[in-house]
């Protein structure tokens, strides 16, 4: 995750396929193997590349929602979810 987090904060800012791709191999990495020690690599890697490549936040954050969203999948939003928005 290092790698691919080392490698995005090197490219240029063109919002290519394959940066694309990599963007979403670290941001999905923890569901691969959802663990402490790599919760807290992915986390690192998501700092280190919103403080190296500022353009990549709405993408990350995108990413990071969908993934969050993912682990709840199945709650409906409802009257009780919303209660204290």
Do not use: Y
């Not at 987090?5 to 791709?21: D, F, I, V, Y």
């Not at 700092?47 to 969908?66: I, K, S």
């Not at 009257?79 to 204290?84: D, I, L, M």
């Amino acid at each position: 995750m290092f790698r691919i987090c080392a490698l995005l904060t090197t490219l240029k800012p063109t919002h290519t396929e394959a940066q694309r791709q990599l963007l979403h191999t670290l941001c999905w990495a923890p569901i691969e193997t959802f663990t402490e020690s790599n919760m807290q690599t992915c986390v690192t890697c998501w700092v280190w590349l919103l403080a190296a490549r500022d353009d990549l936040t709405v993408e990350v954050c995108f990413f990071l929602l969908r993934f969050s969203f993912s682990k709840i999948g199945a709650a409906k939003p409802g009257p009780s979810h919303w209660q204290f928005c």
